[in-house]
Nanobody, 117 residues
Framework: QVQVVEAGGGLVQPGGSLRLSCTGSGFTFSNYDMRWYRQAPGKARELVALITSAGGSTTYVDSAKGRFSISRDNAKNTVYLQMNSLTPEDTAVYYC??????????WGQGTQVIVSS
C-alpha cells in the first residue's frame, strides 16, 4: 500500500524556521522525483520546491529562493523542506508529492504551517 506522510508543520513566529519531512512507503522512493506544494486559503495549490530522484537537481518557486531548502535521504525514504525566515505569506497547507513518469503520482494528506505572532 502506497503511503506518503508529511510531518513537521505547526505554528511559528515570523522570522522563524520549520523543517518539514515526508516519508514514502509502498513504492521505490529513490526512483521518484519529490515535490513540495502548498495551498493557502482561497488560493490555488502552488509548487514550492522539487528535487530529482537522485537529488542532483533542485528547483524553487521565486518566493522560496534563498529561504527554503529541499533535500532527500533515499536510504530513509524521506524528503525534507527546511524553511527559514518565514513570513505570514508562507502560511498554508504543505503537501508532499511523489512523481515517476506520467502514470505514477502520489500525494500526502498535507501538514499545516501557520506563521503568526
Amino acid at each position: 500500500q502506497v503511503q506518503v506522510v508529511e510531518a513537521g508543520g505547526g505554528l511559528v513566529q515570523p522570522g522563524g524556521s520549520l523543517r518539514l519531512s515526508c516519508t514514502g512507503s509502498g513504492f521505490t522512493f529513490s526512483n521518484y522525483d519529490m515535490r513540495w506544494y502548498r495551498q493557502a486559503p482561497g488560493k490555488a495549490r502552488e509548487l514550492v520546491a522539487l528535487i530529482t530522484s537522485a537529488g542532483g537537481s533542485t528547483t524553487y518557486v521565486d518566493s522560496a529562493k534563498g529561504r527554503f531548502s529541499i533535500s532527500r535521504d533515499n536510504a530513509k525514504n524521506t524528503v525534507y523542506l527546511q524553511m527559514n525566515s518565514l513570513t505570514p505569506e508562507d502560511t498554508a497547507v504543505y503537501y508532499c508529492n511523489a512523481v515517476f513518469g506520467w502514470n505514477y503520482n502520489y500525494w500526502g494528506q498535507g501538514t499545516q504551517v501557520i506563521v503568526s505572532s
